[in-house]
């Protein structure tokens, strides 16, 4: 009966140590005003996420997060209990590496921001392609592809989004690229395109990838010109 009670103190100041040690404020921050900010600062600066464990709940998450962060370390953040924080955590790291592989490890979410900031990042309209189908995965093709100047990201573009054809125009214009007018879904626009591609060219090279009747109007005026 002694031998088990003594066993059983053991464990209760054991316990009571641990618990010490978790919740012990470190002596740098030691009269801190604010000891949370404190204790995440310093983690931070030596990428010692040990230091998170002296918090509880948000703070604790705050401080891994930031730890994991600054170390470029994204197993820190497994040690996160929240799901959606775990994955937020490592979101972060995997756009700061503009790692498109590893955002395609994350949760839907998660996924999304960290495929749509690198893709802005880099200009990129194909890293938009390996978002999730939907509204955010066409603004950002659309966004890339107007802003590029490339008709090819256009192209991939659901064909039921109402901007597909606008921006197939736009950009094959502004990139004298004739050959994906024929892309475009409304006649009248892929003539326009076409069009308007013809009337601009600056040589007679520019007018050889049309199509014949558009090519014809194309070399045209630069025989008016010679006339």
Known sequence: ???????ILAAVLLGTL????????????EGATDRGSCIVELAVEQHDDALCDTLEGNTQTWCLTDVAAAADNPAICDRITSTESREFCKRDIYIAREDVE?????????KNDCLNDIAHATNDWLTCVSMEEGARREECIDGISRSENDPYGC???NKQNPRRDGCIYMTSVRSNTPATCSEL???????????????NAQTTDDCN???????????????????
């Open 102 to 110: 590893a955002c395609q490890t994350l949760t839907t979410g998660a």
């Open 1 to 7: 009966m002694r031998n088990t009670m003594q066993h």
């Open 18 to 29: 641990f618990l010490a040690a978790c919740t012990t404020t470190p002596t740098a921050c």
């Open 155 to 157: 192209l991939r573009l």
């Open 185 to 199: 879904q409304d006649s009248q626009l892929e003539n326009l395109c076409f069009t308007t591609i013809a009337t």
């Open 209 to 227: 990838e049309l199509p014949e009747r558009y090519k014809t109007f194309c070399m045209k005026q630069f025989a008016d010109q010679n006339q």
